[in-house]
């Protein structure tokens, strides 16, 4: 099995930055199409970002464009995002997950399909 442990979440201001880390356990993960998710109070758990197994690919919901990046480190077992130009909107807890299939599969398939999932991190954005 995959184990994912994410950190990096906090309190910052609207417009701030935050990076969220993955860390995965094994020597496979390289195998494995990465992505983050998060889930809002009161509203369904939904696609933020993939990348590919290389980190070639990355695929990001309309939501984000422009302000988060997707990133990874095969030789580290760390996948991250970057966000900058934090919105209120923005405030979630983000979970990392990890999937045998390719990150734009991974972004198109309902999150409860997919393979492993970490315990989640919390981002507060205040205005």
């Known amino acids: 099995q995959v184990q994912l442990v994410e950190s990096g979440g906090g309190l910052v201001q609207a417009g701030g930055s935050l990076r969220l880390s993955c860390a995965a356990s094994?020597?496979?993960?390289?195998?494995?199409?990465m992505g983050w998710f998060r889930q809002a109070p009161g509203m369904e758990r939904e696609f933020v970002a993939t990348?590919?197994?290389?980190?070639?690919?990355?695929y990001y919901a309309d939501s984000v464009k422009g302000r988060f990046t997707i990133s990874r480190d095969n030789a580290k077992n760390l996948v991250y995002l970057q966000m900058n130009s934090l919105k209120p909107e923005d405030t979630a807890v983000y979970y990392c997950?990890?999937?045998?299939?390719?990150?734009?599969?991974?972004?198109?398939?309902?999150?409860?399909?997919?393979?492993?999932w970490g315990k989640g991190t919390l981002v507060t954005v205040s205005s």
């Open positions: 990348v590919s197994r290389s980190g070639g690919s990355t």
């Open positions: 094994g020597r496979t993960f390289s195998s494995y199409a």
């Open positions: 997950a990890a999937d045998s299939r390719t990150a734009q599969a991974m972004a198109n398939t309902g999150y409860s399909a997919l393979d492993y």
